[in-house]
């Protein structure tokens, strides 16, 4: 499975969604104008002394008023919708019934959940997603949301924590991530927006049919004393509204019918692929397997009972409601592809009857251990590391454990709310050398009050020697407390980063990048930069590339001829015809131009993102040497234009 082809695959069922949206309101339209004739046809036909006009198939007029008035409603309703769901995953996870879990929850399968998320998380290389679970749901099931995995959000419901263990829940949330790296999520709430406007003619013709009948009912009321000829058409624009209705009805599950399709087809094959994909990133095919075999031996199976379910159901890891068109292919099938050898038989379960006793907090049931293999050579090979992207190895998911476990105890406790993720923040830009931070802490003291500097020393004091291993996975982990901060602590946020970055004048590459992941996470979630993709060719960011490539040669290589080498050896792997490239010199390359680089990659297609990260790869490792700063420094500059790249294993 390739990252960047499976995101560019992403891409154009996109496109495919659009025509098939397109298809089916022409149906709709066409079906309400049908509808419109016929009802205008019966009123005329027995007006007294009216003789009916000679049917005529295409009525211009009437054709104008239905198409005009169809398009406007399925416009409307998707426009509305497509507006509520960018807020993001979180949005889709609260409007289904979700409770976000917290870092500090006491709460013995929340814990489990939350632990499995955050390892899939870190072996993953993707910011931390919001944890929801939805306690009402009583049937196995799961889904992540968003639009970005800086947005994202994964939920369960409660049957799937309390009846799943932990290497079937495990399967699961690792079919979630899969959805989340190919870039499924995003195309996936689109079809919820695309849904809900051909679904709402159905729900017009559902008021329609109850305010008419109501109608009729107060008509002949109040009209007794009237001419008889009065109640009779009353009566008889009664039934018009009725059929109306119905008619309506009938469209609207027509569309509904449509969208089904429309949602089958475009997700049966994402969930074989997100299946194949869960087993290798735990190697256990039984984990997703047996996950499914519960679902089938269960008496609720994977049901959704909010109503919401209905437009979402393709989001879901397993059918969430009845329906023609599965969006899911059978469980047995999907049971069959993971585990060939299946006998067809489920496993029989049942909601657990007490709950388990509460845990005591985070702090006290692991004490923190030292990451193993502190070697500062890695062996490392450039292709192989673009390979990595989007993908998760069981090694990974057991090194990204031990990372977590390798957070200091003060800090992992820190990062369960803003403000003390936002404090981890500032103190990860602390510079190492003592003048260098005393000037970095006169330039915040200026806008920052006395007791947040004395908290960012206090954290930056409990980070002391942190392993450069860990910087990139406590910001990962830092997400989902930064993400429910007040946006008047993110201007403070994005102020005191400016200032700590700027202030000592030399900056290193690590923590200007740093600075990139967090400015361009935050900045998604809090809508301060939309993303949109806007550069499809590598020939467009020529320059940019030059910038970038120049800067990695200079850091990664001491002597001039070498960095010129690494960058000739990089730039080979850039096809940009007929222009030739040189290095630019250390001190030319200002660190505004890498930040305008940075961007434009990060809003690139996966096939341009792909070429400038292989380059920034094979540029970094050209003398073979690879030190964990040069690695971490490449992981970053993955961070920060949006590759999920897997922390890289030291082989010691």
């Not at 159901?313 to 993971?338: C, E, W, Y």
Request: hydrophobic share 45%.
């Amino acid at each position: 499975m390739d990252f960047f082809a499976e995101q560019d695959r992403s891409r154009s069922k996109a496109f495919q969604l659009i025509i098939m949206f397109i298809f089916a309101v022409a149906l709709v339209v066409g079906a309400v104008y049908a509808a419109f004739m016929g009802v205008y046809y019966y009123s005329l036909m027995d007006e007294p002394g009216f003789y009916a006009p000679a049917f005529e198939w295409f009525n211009p007029r009437l054709f104008l008023i239905a198409s005009g008035s169809t398009l406007a409603v399925i416009l409307i309703g998707s426009i509305t919708k497509i507006i509520a769901l960018s807020k993001g995953g979180s949005y889709v996870a609260e409007s289904l019934g979700g409770r976000l879990v917290n870092r500090s929850t006491r709460d013995k399968d929340e814990r489990k959940l939350f632990n499995v998320v955050e390892e899939m998380s870190i072996a993953s290389g993707v910011p931390m997603p919001q944890v929801y679970i939805m306690d009402d749901e009583n049937g196995i099931n799961a889904f992540a949301a968003g639009y970005s995995t800086s947005d994202a959000a994964v939920a369960v419901t409660r049957g799937c924590c309390e009846i799943l263990d932990r290497d079937e829940l495990q399967g699961v949330i690792a079919h979630e991530f899969s959805h989340i790296l190919n870039g499924d999520m995003r195309l996936n709430i689109r079809l919820i927006g695309v849904l809900s406007g051909i679904m709402i003619i159905a729900n017009i013709g559902r008021i329609i049919i109850y305010s008419g009948s109501g109608r009729r009912h107060r008509h002949h009321h109040h009209h007794h004393h009237m001419h008889r000829t009065t109640t009779r058409t009353s009566g008889r624009g009664g039934a018009q509204i009725l059929i109306a209705g119905l008619l309506l009805i009938v469209i609207g599950y027509l569309g509904v019918l449509l969208g089904r399709m429309i949602q089958s087809a475009l997700s049966r094959q994402r969930e074989y692929l997100a299946d194949a994909s869960s087993v290798q990133f735990t190697r256990n095919p039984s984990g997703i397997a047996n996950a499914l075999k519960k679902i089938g031996g269960f008496s609720l199976g994977s049901k959704i009972a909010s109503p919401f379910a209905e437009e979402a159901s393709h989001m879901f890891f397993g059918n969430a409601i009845n329906s023609l068109f599965a969006t899911h292919p059978p469980i047995q099938d999907r049971i069959r592809k993971v585990e060939p050898n299946f006998d067809g038989k489920f496993i029989k379960s049942s909601i657990p009857d007490q709950k388990a006793e509460a845990v005591s907090s985070f702090s006290g049931d692991q004490k923190e251990t030292p990451l193993k293999g502190s070697v500062s050579q890695m062996n490392l090979d450039a292709d192989t590391i673009v390979k990595q992207a989007g993908k998760v190895t069981p090694e990974n998911v057991a090194y990204s454990s031990q990372l977590i476990s390798a957070i200091p105890e003060k800090v992992r406790g820190s990062i369960d709310d803003a403000f003390g993720a936002t404090m981890v923040i500032c103190a990860l830009l602390l510079d190492k050398d003592v003048e260098e931070k005393k000037t970095q802490i006169k330039h915040l003291s200026r806008v920052a009050p006395e007791k947040i500097i004395k908290q960012i020393l206090i954290t930056e004091k409990s980070l002391k020697n942190i392993d450069t291993r860990l910087r990139l996975p406590l910001i990962d982990l830092s997400m989902p407390a930064l993400r429910m901060m007040p946006p008047s602590l993110y201007a403070k946020l994005n102020a005191y980063i400016d200032i700590l970055v700027e202030a000592d004048g030399k900056l290193t590459l690590f923590e200007f990048s740093l600075k990139e992941i967090i400015k361009h996470r935050l900045g998604v979630v809090f809508k301060k930069n939309k993303r949109k993709i806007k550069f499809n060719s590598i020939k467009q960011l020529s320059e940019e590339t030059e910038n970038l490539l120049s800067k990695l040669a200079h850091v990664g290589h001491s002597d001039k001829t070498t960095a010129n080498e690494a960058f000739d050896a990089a730039i080979k792997k850039v096809p940009i015809v007929g222009k030739t490239m040189k290095i630019i010199p250390n001190n030319k390359v200002k660190f505004t131009a890498i930040g305008t680089a940075l961007d434009h990659f990060a809003s690139a297609t996966p096939g341009v993102k792909k070429i400038v990260f292989n380059a920034c790869a094979h540029c970094a490792l050209y003398d073979k040497k690879v030190s964990i700063k040069e690695a971490e420094l490449l992981r970053a500059i993955a961070y920060s234009i949006d590759i999920p790249i897997p922390p890289f294993l030291s082989k010691s």
